[in-house]
């Protein structure tokens, strides 16, 4: 399937963040704890590069009334994604199965009222905020309570906070469209959800070993698996609605470094020939534009000033990429086999793993901190060390590398699971297979 064509085609040059603003704002040890409160656990010790502190949201006794929030580091915490619990562990089966019984008492004791669409924050008085604590209520999110009904009070803003965080939100506190449409997803849905991934998840752990990476679909996330603890959590980008990510089991074999792409037919269909078409009537092409090479059925190579996109005779060529800044794979490729021609890869476009809803590429998976990634793929192969891949990215150089010992990858799809802290989390149904209807994808 392969890369988007927007990041082929309307890539633009960004910089890219390091996160060292996100990791100097708390204190390690407090990072922690908080992380322990709102459902993401602390990996053990601590480490200087542990992007921890976006639990800085809901931190106890130090939220104050305010009327906005930090949207740079709302966009770092969506980068960023935190350590935690296994997505696969099987210690979260007990949770899971916990999480089904509390849910089953709010179905039965009539769910939970719909949330008005209006948008509300710390320091407001409105009726819709008494409704609001009691929703919060229902699902444990409000640690601490106030009389104050109609009042939005810090101890609220907390419970808010808590919410986003485990459905995937980036924790601002600020109860804004996405918030409330979560926040209405009807509860016997929610216990569907939940029953659903009961059953994904138990014929899941059962298969996974001691070291493995999965990939979260509705996520859109990237988990390094060792030891039954997560070595380190990426943002991933995946497939758009009508491209969507396959599911799917396979190990990781080979990395490309600085590889060259060979655009596959969805890409050359969807999007290539359209846009050679609309820049052939403005008299220009996109083959240079883009630095891409086109070839004929026998290999020749062909002008790019020659090509016809109204002709039929493009959809015969095959066209190619060589490394460079504009690849839409970026500086690794990581293979594996499959019967979808997808792959995970780099990105010149760093700017998508800042959003909060990461569903478009063609299906292929990129990944987010992607040096570190391919560090761990290569831990068991002498002489690789994050230096050496990083050295990859600055030299150019082009080079293929067999993992000495393949390791197992999973693509998978999970929209709700528990912890075993406890705490229950949801992501959204991006490609709609829990059967639930539209609402639990609408955020």
């Known amino acids: ?216 679909i509705p996520a859109a996330q990237i988990e390094a698996v060792e030891g039954g603890r997560v070595v380190s959590r990426h943002s991933a980008v995946v497939g758009k609605i009508d491209r969507a990510t396959p599911i799917l089991r396979s190990a990781v074999h080979e990395l490309n470094f600085n590889p060259v792409w060979h655009l596959p037919p969805t890409v050359i269909e969807k999007d290539l020939i359209p846009k050679g078409r609309e820049m052939q009537r403005g008299g220009k092409s996109v083959l240079a534009k883009y630095g891409i090479d086109a070839y004929s059925g026998d290999g020749r190579k062909l002008k790019p000033g020659k090509i016809d996109w109204r002709s039929s005779a493009v959809r015969s060529y095959t066209f190619k990429q060589q490394p460079g800044p504009q690849n839409p794979l970026g500086f690794v490729k990581i293979n594996f086999h499959n019967s979808h021609s997808v792959y995970m890869h780099d990105t010149p476009s760093q700017t998508l793993f800042g959003r909060n809803f990461r569903a478009a590429s063609s299906g292929c998976v990129r990944a987010q901190n992607i040096e570190q990634l391919t560090a761990w793929l290569l831990s068991g192969n002498e002489k690789w060390t994050r230096e050496r891949v990083v050295q990859m990215r600055k030299s150019g150089e082009r080079l293929d590398v067999r993992l000495k010992k393949p390791v197992p990858l999973y693509f998978v799809y999970v929209t709700a699971w528990a912890t075993e802290d406890g705490v229950v989390q949801f992501r959204r149904d991006i490609y709609l297979k829990d059967g639930v209807g539209a609402m639990a994808a609408a955020y």
């Open 1 to 216: 399937m392969g890369t988007e064509a927007m990041t082929m085609l309307v890539w633009r040059s960004c910089r890219s963040r390091s996160g060292s603003t996100l990791r100097g704002r708390v204190g390690l040890g407090l990072a922690a704890a908080v992380m322990a409160a709102i459902g993401v656990a602390a990996p053990g010790p601590a480490h200087a590069n542990d992007p921890l502190s976006w639990a800085r949201f809901g931190l106890p006794g130090t939220s104050t009334p305010h009327y906005g929030y930090d949207r740079e580091f709302a966009r770092e915490w969506e980068a960023n994604p935190p350590r935690g619990y296994p997505t696969l562990s099987p210690d979260n089966l007990g949770p899971l199965k916990a999480a089904i019984k509390r849910y089953k008492a709010v179905v039965a004791a009539g769910g939970w009222r719909t949330i008005p669409n209006v948008q509300l924050r710390i320091g407001q008085t409105h009726a819709a905020v008494g409704l609001l604590r009691a929703r919060l209520r229902l699902t444990a999110d409000i640690k601490q309570d106030s009389s104050y009904a109609d009042y939005f009070d810090h101890h609220l803003e907390r419970a808010v906070k808590r919410f986003q965080a485990r459905h995937g939100l980036s924790p601002t506190g600020v109860v804004d469209k996405r918030t409330i449409a979560a926040l209405n997803v009807p509860a016997p849905a929610r216990l569907k959800q939940l029953q659903t991934n009961l059953g994904r998840l138990t014929s899941l752990v059962r298969s996974t070993g001691k070291r493995y990476l999965m990939v979260n």
